[in-house]
């Protein structure tokens, strides 16, 4: 079936230092992806998508890196700060109407 | 702006109960969506509403059901509560039909069956 996921449970940097959660899905038919910040007893926060005509895409701090080829995306967060801390999910969208979410990264940041 | 909302925060039932969650969208998005986010599970996909119609659902008993009203707001009815259904319910609302517009999510809903 679909799936998105392959996290690692807990990442943990330092305040300052870059930060690469890592993804795999397994449907090659999704096209959309996108990561999303879960703060503690807060909804998740869009934070930056991408299409599957890109491989790359960048934000304010944020980078994505897709690699269709072997079914793998990056979320690079420069310069890591405390508020940073939170869970991370990517999605990916199945045909045009449903996101299929991972499991979760939750990123720790110690100063 | 104000954005999506959930009600209640927390909701304690027991088993063989019935349980409604409601969501509010944010004003001009017609699309709200429905996750069940167990604990150290992602989201799952629940349900879609768009325009007052069910557009899709997951893999989820027919026991989860839900609606759509006139003002876009939502309810989801969750009957003969099990154990498992434990679990935060995120909404989500969004404007047009496609996923590919951005989803705004909800605190969400704390449903803990005991």
């Known amino acids: 079936g679909e799936s998105v996921g392959l996290h690692l449970p807990t990442l943990s940097v330092q305040e300052g230092d870059n930060s690469i959660i890592n993804c795999a899905y397994s449907?090659?038919?999704?096209?959309?992806f996108i990561w999303y910040k879960q703060e503690s007893g807060k909804g998740p926060q869009f934070i930056i998508d991408?299409?599957?005509?890109?491989d790359k895409r960048q934000g304010q701090r944020v980078t994505v890196l897709l690699n269709k080829t072997v079914k793998h995306l990056s979320l690079q967060i420069a310069a890591t700060q405390p508020g940073d801390s939170a869970v991370y999910f990517c999605?990916?969208?199945?045909?045009?109407?449903?996101?299929?979410f991972g499991t979760g990264t939750r990123l720790q940041v110690f100063p | 702006e104000a954005g999506v909302t959930q009600s209640p925060t927390h909701l304690i039932k027991t088993r063989g109960q019935q349980a409604t969650l409601r969501c509010s969208p944010i004003?001009?998005?017609?699309?709200v969506y429905w996750y069940q986010q167990a604990l150290g599970l992602g989201l799952q996909f629940l349900l879609w509403?768009?325009?007052?119609?069910?557009?899709n659902r997951g893999n989820f008993p027919p026991r989860f059901s839900g609606r759509q009203f006139p003002n876009y707001s939502s309810e989801l009815n969750v009957n003969a509560l099990e154990l498992e259904d434990s679990a935060l319910y995120l909404c989500?609302?969004?404007?047009?039909?496609?996923?590919?517009?951005?989803?705004?999510f909800g605190p969400g809903t704390r449903l803990t069956v005991l």
């Open positions: 989500a609302s969004s404007t047009g039909l496609a996923a590919y517009n951005e989803q705004f």
């Open positions: 449907n090659s038919a999704s096209d959309y």
């Open positions: 991408i299409r599957s005509n890109m």
């Open positions: 999605a990916g969208l199945a045909g045009t109407d449903k996101l299929i």
């Open positions: 004003s001009g998005h017609t699309s």
């Open positions: 509403y768009d325009e007052g119609e069910e557009r």
